[in-house]
Structure formats: structure tokens, C-alpha cells
């Protein structure tokens, strides 16, 4: 294994938020509590904050439940006990994609182990937990995923799965057509243990949430990842207070987003989650699904009355609901975080960008509700070049940010290298050439004797004959190398930069994990180093056995 840095400035589509908050936090301050470099203030924070031992027992009970229910090892049920005991946390989280989803699930579990082990040797005592988003609804994002095919194709993999329209997907249930896609994905692996996992834990009656708590707990068994599933029933009663908080605030949350969006946009940053004058933190279950619940005024006090969907409701009913089914209530993307540190002893939370940004907001509803901010960090980022594509990389001259610029230019990169522009130009230039000497020749040839003007002719038509065959063998021979450069250019967009993404956005974490065992995970941990924030460019040296 190889590694080598990428800043992110060089990466596009990097928002400037993002790239400031890594190289240039002072410019981004104002909007965060902690700079990214965790060793230098981890002791600080665990000191900062107060977690009830009423709230610790209450939390430590669920996720001995939920993670002896998963299937975790001993290691994970160890760190449970030292949750109980007093440890600390840091978490992260994710949609339940299928089949774990996108290669990054991956790195942020294993970012979520390395920050909890260097806060353990540094005298925190801290164990990684990994959030499964249970309650989103979005169920196009995680009913499926990408794999690589034959001939550097990408493959989607897609389970038909439904449920209630915008239900949250953790209650989407497989029944017999999960068999087809879980044969679909090993016939691609091949004989491996991932593919055997995959038999374990994608089948009916799981849901796209147990299925992927089973995979991670397999995966992650040596590592002692916590994994907490958010639509837990007791989960939601614990939260409560913060559920009930945010509709007593409605309208004081709302204008403090309002005003930090418009200090992002002054900054000269964007906002992530755009925030209207009537939102509010909570979504609410009706007839199964998923319903936004939104302020209305009507010239009465602004967080007076609220609307569920059609429905509308006064604030009393609405706590009065709040307090007597939690469950049926759950956190938007700006209040998630704020319940996660509610429910967890939290000195902080590793994520991508988008999640750096959405923390740029959500701080203000944090110092509202529990009077601190949680630190964000960057995850772990790389991309993975398999032989394969290292190979053509080689070949064709050219490096991993060349791919950047997308598939055309790509292609007419690799064609640089193996097509030379001058070829069509010395086939004209012979062809003239051939012309003028054999015109000179003709020429001298009348006034030296008519009669092998004819000659002359012939001579001159083979001539320009043999060099028009073999212009018409040239073209063909550029034509199939026109072909094979757009298929390795196909190849390498697809295995490097997908869709115009990041590797580790698009293509699933389970096939690198099929291609090179479990083993992959201790590499790309070793390669981890917490206070260096530069996207990762891994070159592996052969695929297992």
C-alpha cells in the first residue's frame, strides 16, 4: 500500500466553508468551537461537559440491547461497559445504504476508532459510536449501490424494497426479492467472507436498518464500534426533553438559524440546510410517514399553532402528543446532532463535509438547548487505485487528477499519449511528396522517351496505391486504439472518479472488502493519521488471493 496527499483545495466541488475550515480556521471561528486538530484540545472538552448518571445507566441498557440483538463481539460490549462506567464517545454516523452503502461508512467508522483510541491514550477514556440514521426517509439515497463490473463498468445494485411513502426507511422490510440482489452482488465478489456476510444479514424480514447493524457488527467485531439504531422506541423517550424543547423554542430556533444563515452568507460561505421562517427542528409520524411539522402564525404568536401536514395543531396539543409518544417524533438534519449529544457523553462528532457545514448552523440551536457545541471533525477521506487502474494510469502517462476533468477530456488525455497528432499530417505529406516526384519524373521521362509515360503512370498510381492502403490500415489500427482509449477511459472514470465524484462517494466499501479481505481495514487505519486532513490517494499492490 502507497499513500500519497491531496489537499482538498485541488479536489473539485470543494466548498470554500469546507476548505477554510481544514487550512484556514481562524477565518471560520466564529461558526465552530474547535479548531480540527483533536490532540490539542480533546482533554479540554471531556472536562467541559456534565452527563447525567441517570442518563448514562439508561443509554449504556439500550445499546447492550441493541448490540447484543446486532450480533456485536466481545470488544463491542466491553465498550459498552465502559460507557456505563464513565468513558466518553465519539460519533458518527450514517444512512443505512445498502450493503453498508458508499466506501466512506467505512472510513467513518474507522475515524470514529482512531479518535476514541488517541483520546484513550491521552487519559480520556473514550469508545467510537456509530449513529445508524434509522429515521431518514429518503429511501431513494439507500436502496442501493455501486459496485464495479466487468470491463470497468459500474454495476448499481438496487433492492425494490418498499414501504410507506417517505416512511422512515429503517422500517422498510426485505422479503423474497432481497434474495436476487444479494446473488446479483456475490456472483460480482466471488467467493470471499464479505460475500458470505452479506448472505448472513441481507435477508427477509430484516429491514435496511438491521441488515446493515448485522453487516457493520461483522465487519467492525475486532474494532468495538457501538452502533445505535435511532428509531429505537426508548431511544425517543430518552430524547424527549430535546423534542419537546424545540417546539417550546420554535420560533427563537427559528430566527437564530435565520440570523447564523444570513452570518454564513456574509462570510461568504453557503448555508447547507436552507431554513424558512416557519420550520421547525421535528418531524412527525402520520399514517406512517414522515411529516415536516411547520409553524403558523395567522396573526396569532408566531410559535402559537402548527401545521402537520395538512393538520393543524396548537402548541399545548402538540407537547401534550410530544410527551405521550416520543416515538413518533424524530430530529431534522440541524437537530440530529443536538440529540445524539444529548443522549451521549459526546467530545465530538467525525463527518464529512456536508455534516462540517450543516454544524456551522446547527451550533446555535446547541447553545440553545444545551448550552455547549459538540467539536466537529473531518473524516477520514481517500481513494483506493487497485492494480488495475494503476496499470493504465502508467501506461497512458497520466495521474489521478487528470481524471477531474471528466470522461471526454479524459479520453482525449489518454489518446495524447498513444495517438501521435502529426500521423495524418506525414500521410499527406508523403502523398504530395510521391506527387511532385513522380510529376518530375514524368516530366523527364517525355523528353526522353514517350513511350514509358505509361510506365510512369502506372508506377505513380501504385505508388500513391500502396500508400493509400496503407493510410486505410493506419486509420483502422487508430480506430480500434480510438476504441480501446475510450474504454480505458470509461475504466478509470468509473473505478476513480465516478459520476464526477469521489471514489468513496459512489462505489460501495463492501467490494474493496470482498477484493482484499477484512485485512483492508487495518491498512486504511494504519494510514490514518487524525490531525492530517488531506484526502488520501491509496495504491494497493495486488488483490487477495
Request: charged fraction near 25%.
Amino acid at each position: 500500500m502507497k499513500t500519497e496527499c491531496l489537499p482538498y483545495g485541488q479536489i473539485p466541488h470543494t466548498t470554500r466553508l469546507f476548505a477554510d475550515f481544514l487550512s484556514h480556521f481562524p477565518k471560520v471561528q466564529q461558526f465552530y468551537p474547535r479548531s480540527p486538530l483533536f490532540s490539542e484540545w480533546f482533554k479540554e472538552e471531556a472536562a467541559s461537559f456534565r452527563y447525567g448518571d441517570d442518563r448514562r445507566q439508561r443509554m449504556a441498557a439500550i445499546l447492550e440491547r441493541q448490540n447484543q440483538n446486532f450480533g456485536a463481539g466481545a470488544k463491542t460490549l466491553e465498550n459498552v461497559a465502559r460507557l456505563r462506567n464513565g468513558a466518553a464517545v465519539v460519533v458518527t454516523g450514517q444512512q443505512v445504504g445498502l450493503f453498508g452503502g458508499p466506501a466512506f461508512a467505512l472510513y467513518k467508522a474507522l475515524t470514529a476508532v482512531k479518535l476514541a483510541a488517541e483520546a484513550t491514550a491521552g487519559g480520556v477514556d473514550c469508545v467510537p459510536v456509530f449513529w445508524l440514521a434509522t429515521t431518514d426517509h429518503d429511501l431513494e439515497e439507500v436502496n442501493h449501490t455501486f459496485v464495479p463490473g466487468a470491463e470497468g463498468t459500474l454495476v448499481k445494485l438496487a433492492t425494490p424494497s418498499q414501504g410507506v411513502t417517505d416512511a422512515p426507511v429503517g422500517r422498510v422490510t426485505f422479503g423474497p426479492e432481497i434474495e436476487a440482489v444479494v446473488q446479483e452482488a456475490t456472483s460480482l465478489f466471488g467467493d470471499s467472507e464479505v460475500a458470505d456476510v452479506l448472505r448472513e444479514t441481507y435477508r427477509p424480514g430484516e429491514t435496511l436498518g438491521s441488515a446493515f447493524a448485522r453487516l457493520f457488527a461483522k465487519l467492525f467485531s475486532d474494532w468495538g464500534v457501538i452502533l445505535l439504531d435511532a428509531s429505537d422506541p426508548e431511544l425517543h423517550a430518552v430524547a424527549e426533553p430535546i423534542y419537546r424543547a424545540a417546539i417550546e423554542n420554535a420560533a427563537q430556533l427559528d430566527d437564530a438559524l435565520l440570523a447564523r444563515g444570513r452570518e454564513l452568507e456574509a462570510a461568504g460561505y453557503h448555508q447547507q440546510v436552507k431554513v424558512t421562517p416557519s420550520s421547525t427542528l421535528l418531524f412527525a409520524l402520520r399514517d406512517g410517514a414522515r411529516t415536516p411539522i411547520h409553524r403558523r402564525s395567522n396573526g396569532k404568536p408566531a410559535d402559537d399553532e402548527f401545521v402537520i401536514g395538512e393538520e393543524k395543531i396548537s402548541k399545548a396539543e402538540l407537547l401534550r402528543q410530544i410527551a405521550a409518544r416520543p416515538e413518533d417524533f424524530s430530529a431534522n438534519v440541524l437537530l440530529r446532532p443536538v440529540v445524539e449529544d444529548f443522549l451521549l457523553p459526546t467530545v465530538a462528532y467525525t463527518g464529512g463535509a456536508a455534516e462540517v457545514a450543516y454544524f456551522a448552523q446547527t451550533a446555535v440551536v446547541y447553545e440553545a438547548l444545551l448550552g455547549r457545541v459538540t467539536p466537529i471533525l473531518p473524516r477520514f477521506s481517500a481513494t483506493i487505485i487497485e492494480p488495475k487502474p494503476q496499470r493504465l494510469l502508467d501506461k497512458y502517462g497520466v495521474g489521478f487528477t487528470d481524471l477531474f476533468a471528466g470522461p471526454g477530456q479524459l479520453r482525449e488525455t489518454l489518446a495524447r499519449h498513444v495517438l501521435p497528432s502529426e500521423l495524418q499530417i506525414a500521410f499527406d505529406r508523403a502523398k504530395e511528396s510521391v506527387e511532385r516526384s513522380m510529376a518530375s519524373i514524368r516530366e523527364s521521362l517525355e523528353r526522353l522517351d514517350k513511350t514509358l509515360l505509361e510506365a510512369s503512370d502506372n508506377a505513380a498510381s501504385k505508388m500513391q496505391h500502396q500508400l493509400e492502403q496503407l493510410r486505410s490500415r493506419a486509420a483502422r489500427a487508430e480506430l480500434r486504439q480510438s476504441e480501446m482509449v475510450g474504454r480505458h477511459a470509461e475504466m478509470l472514470s468509473n473505478a476513480l472518479y465516478p459520476d464526477k465524484a469521489l471514489q468513496e462517494r459512489e462505489v460501495a466499501g463492501v467490494y474493496f472488502l470482498s477484493r482484499y479481505g477484512r485485512e483492508l481495514l487495518q491498512d486504511l487505519y494504519g494510514a490514518m493519521h487524525t490531525d492530517c486532513h488531506d484526502h488520501q490517494v491509496i495504491t494497493l499492490e495486488q488483490a487477495s488471493a
